[in-house]
């Protein structure tokens, strides 16, 4: 008898095979989100597109500081499709704190708002998003956007062209086109350049994508 079950790749060799895929050093961060729906579903995104973790600042306090009883928590894992389980969630209090605790690490931060803040803004396609090693891209609340303080310690904004009578985006959505050209520019130079001790161009270009059998 032909088992269907016995030709899936178990869990861990996934992971397995999917590590060399992620994107080192990339945060998502997701500022004050009123719906924890939405979290669910930005995490979902992040894992997907191979982002290396995703801060939430969460003053409400919605979520646990352990990420170990994150993974454990039904609702949050049935929001994620279970993404919750496999990507590393931190949270903080306030914006500043997740601020400086990014800076503290060497993080360089950029904003999406579909507004012009004061600050060198660009669309999406047109930022090199490699320049710099450390990179947290901040996704704001759905009602107020994103915050002064966050746009007042960023490198600059970037912003979603728009071309219908709507110019806004969900968090869902505008987070999954954001990360998926970040996360691409940026598998495209590892696969390209060591980071680390080992700094410099590879001799062989690794792929960008798995084989669809993997």
């Known amino acids: 008898m032909n088992d269907l079950s016995l030709e899936k790749k178990p869990a861990r060799q996934r992971a397995d095979a999917i590590k060399p895929f992620q994107c080192k050093n ?30 939430v600042i969460d003053p409400r306090h919605v979520l646990s500081d352990d990420w170990q009883e994150l993974r454990e928590e039904a609702k949050l894992s049935k929001l994620s499709v279970s993404a919750i389980k496999w990507t590393f969630l931190k949270r903080f209090d306030n914006t500043q704190d997740c601020l400086d605790h990014l800076e503290k690490n060497g993080f360089v931060s ?18 090199d998003y490699t320049e710099h090693t450390k990179l947290a891209v901040w996704f704001g609340n759905e009602t107020r956007g994103i915050s002064d303080l966050a746009v007042e310690r960023c490198e600059m904004c970037v912003s979603i ?54």
């Open 110 to 127: 950029i904003v999406t708002s579909p507004h012009v803040k004061g600050k060198k803004s660009i669309f999406l396609h047109e930022g």
């Open 26 to 55: 990339l945060i998502a961060v997701i500022e004050d989100p009123q719906n924890p729906r939405n979290i669910g579903t930005a995490i979902r995104n992040v894992n997907a597109l191979g982002v290396e973790k995703v801060y």
């Open 161 to 214: 062209p728009m071309f219908g009578m709507i110019e806004s985006l969900n968090l869902a959505t505008s987070s999954g086109i954001v990360l998926y050209e970040v996360a691409k520019q940026r598998r495209e130079y590892q696969s390209r350049y060591r980071s680390g001790r080992k700094k410099g161009k590879r001799e062989t270009v690794l792929p960008t994508v798995m084989s669809r059998e993997d």
